[in-house]
């Protein structure tokens, strides 16, 4: 009796722990308050469940021990960075990223993969939704909860003001598309779906996240077995198709894509281009702190502090005086470096190579496409150069280590839908 209300009340606990991760992309659409909250519960459901389960094999593999170098590094660097509270918050606050690594990698190893197959046909209804949605708000200038953006050529989506919606698609798309590469294969549905994935992402506007996922999609199909050569030359051919014609036929693309974009770097060349704008004048002024605190860097979350100090004022590439401050430098490869210096950086730089090479031996062996997506998120976040979210806030990094996890979960299996 005792056993079988036991059974009964982890089934239960089982079923809210998938329902929260079912729901997490709708979180990421509700504010960094309801992200934080539903993954402190995911980790809190998970972790109770470990306790009286005592299961501890699943913490038998390659990543456990990078996730603990990794923190170790960070929990050093704060003895020897000049950060302050904002900085051991951030970084004791990361542990909810690790927990949360292990409860994907729980609940998809339940009945046979079945929670995945339900988790994946959940995402693409919200996915899908999003994208008619933003669609809805090319056409029409607003989506269907009201929102406009502020900046001709950029779709907000549900997020509002803060266009960012971009990063969301990003998080997602990859994984949306090995649903239709498996569910689908050779048709024309795959065709039409993984075009108009693209096609999307261009019309949302942000052209740093569009540049990640082209050359995301790009590696997908390359390395994907599940499409013919013929399909994935077609899908780009009709792709770029489409965006020349979008391109030649709305003023705001053009202005974005030509007029900001291929203009001024055929004209000033590449490094003037990137160095006279806002973000290369973040990357400079993360550059000059991280040459004043080579080796720990000015702690994490400290660039916001830092970068507003006079020494930075004379920074020669500053448009306005303001331009050297910002809350983060907008480059993955620069926060690590101005706010965790080289110490960091290097231990950063070490877990995610690793990391990456392990679960490209691992989908060289399984060919489990979405084991092959989630390492492309994993490897485009990392692009140098091209504008990025920061790492340690909860939105980039939620989004980050969603993926991170079915990285993780999916290592060395084999997934059938």
């Avoid at 009945?111 to 949605?133: A, M, T």
């Avoid at 942000?206 to 082209?214: A, G, L, V, Y």
């Amino acid at each position: 009796m005792i056993k079988n209300k036991y059974l009964k009340e982890n089934l239960s606990t089982n079923n809210i722990l998938l329902i929260l991760i079912i729901v997490l992309p709708i979180s990421l659409l509700s504010g960094s308050a309801i992200i934080n909250i539903n993954v402190i519960l995911i980790d809190i459901i998970f972790l109770k469940i470990i306790f009286f389960s005592k299961d501890r094999k699943m913490f038998n593999d390659s990543f456990i021990n990078l996730l603990g170098f990794f923190y170790l590094s960070l929990i050093i660097n704060i003895f020897f960075s000049n950060g302050d509270y904002i900085t051991w918050k951030s970084q004791i606050g990361i542990l909810r990223f690790f927990i949360l690594i292990y409860a994907f990698k729980y609940i998809l190893n339940l009945n046979d993969y079945k929670n995945f197959n339900l988790i994946i046909k959940s995402w693409l209804v919200i996915f899908v939704f999003v994208s008619l949605d933003l669609i809805f708000e090319f056409a029409f200038g607003f989506n269907l909860a009201g929102n406009s953006s502020y900046i001709p050529g950029r779709l907000s989506g549900f997020l509002g003001s803060e266009l960012k919606i971009g990063n969301w698609y990003a998080g997602l798309v990859f994984l949306m598309s090995a649903y239709f590469l498996y569910k689908y294969k050779n048709s024309k549905i795959s065709l039409i779906l993984l075009t108009g994935f693209l096609v999307i992402s261009f019309l949302i506007g942000e052209r740093s996240n569009f540049i990640k996922i082209f050359i995301g999609f790009s590696l997908l199909l390359i390395f994907t077995n599940k499409i013919s050569l013929n399909l994935k030359i077609l899908t780009i051919t009709i792709f770029i198709v489409s965006c020349s014609l979008l391109t030649l036929n709305n003023t705001n693309i053009k202005n974005r894509f030509f007029d900001q974009i291929y203009f001024p770097v055929k004209n000033e060349g590449l490094t003037n281009y990137i160095m006279s704008s806002h973000y290369g004048v973040h990357y400079y002024t993360a550059y000059q702190i991280f040459k004043k605190n080579l080796i720990f860097g000015v702690g994490v979350k400290q660039f916001r502090y830092e970068s507003y100090k006079e020494i930075y004022k004379e920074n020669k590439y500053n448009i306005h005086e303001r331009d050297r401050w910002a809350t983060h430098p907008h480059q993955i490869h620069m926060e690590f470096l101005s706010e965790t210096g080289l110490f960091g950086y290097l231990s950063f730089s070490i877990f995610i190579l690793t990391s990456i090479t392990i679960s490209i031996k691992n989908y060289l062996k399984s060919k489990n496409n979405y084991l092959l997506a989630s390492t492309i998120f994993i490897i485009i976040s990392m692009i140098p150069l091209i504008p990025s979210g920061s790492f340690f806030t909860t939105y980039s990094a939620t989004i980050f280590w969603i993926n991170f996890s079915l990285m993780v979960a999916l290592n060395g299996k084999k997934i059938k839908l």
